[in-house]
């Protein structure tokens, strides 16, 4: 699988950014973040997933590893395919959307076109209900963080937000230790992402 282009940018359009690597261009549709950080002429890396079907093999890119993980995590759920996980990632950013599904905030998710009530509804189900399942997920407790000094309830909401961004229990925890208390859960995930990405 390729997990990674990094290269020349050849061609942009809605959706689509042409990486040109050794001589070959990878045509990768891409969320509206990462076409936006994306200039004709200019260096660009972009994190991919392949997908193979019968008639046609496409390459989907992303601007980080959250919006490729939130990919990956919107594909299991049934009902939702490639183009429409990337309508969704183009609509909300990786951070908004986990926050979404932590918070059940179906109308958030429906916001974005072609996302209608029934389907933003499973969406929050089945990935809450993964987190649930999911022993790398499990979240009985957060013992690394001193709950004394952060306001447990925004820890708690941004400890699940950053593994419905694919981070292990461990890593948010360590991620989110020691963070000021008065932060809200957007700005606990945020300050989380930008430690977890060595920013």
């Known amino acids: 699988m390729i997990y990674s282009v990094n290269g020349e940018v050849a061609y942009i359009a809605q959706n689509l950014i042409v990486v040109e690597c050794g ?13 936006s950080k994306a200039s004709v002429g200019e260096k660009l890396k972009l994190y991919t997933y392949l997908n193979i079907r019968q008639d046609a093999v496409e390459l989907f890119g992303f601007a980080d590893e ?12 049934s009902g939702v395919g490639c183009k429409m996980a990337v309508s969704l990632l183009s609509g909300l950013s990786p951070q908004e ?31 809450k209900d993964k ?27 941004a400890l ?24 809200s859960v957007q700005e606990l995930v ?4 930008k430690r977890l990405s060595g920013k």
């Open 97 to 127: 959307f986990a926050i979404a599904v932590v918070n059940e905030d179906h109308k958030k998710l429906t916001k974005v076109p072609g996302i209608g009530n029934k389907l933003a509804q499973r969406i929050v189900l089945e990935l």
């Open 131 to 157: 987190l649930k399942k999911d022993p790398s997920f499990e979240n009985t407790g957060i013992p690394e963080i001193n709950l004394s000094a952060t306001a447990g309830n925004a820890v708690s909401e």
């Open 66 to 77: 959250g919006e490729l993980n939130c990919f990956k995590l919107l594909l299991s759920v």
């Open 23 to 35: 001589g070959v261009g990878y045509s990768c549709y891409s969320t509206s973040s990462a076409v």
């Open 190 to 193: 945020k300050e989380g992402l």
């Open 160 to 183: 699940t937000a950053l593994m419905v961004l694919g981070f292990t229990n461990t890593q948010a925890q360590k991620a989110l230790e020691g963070l000021p208390s008065e932060l």
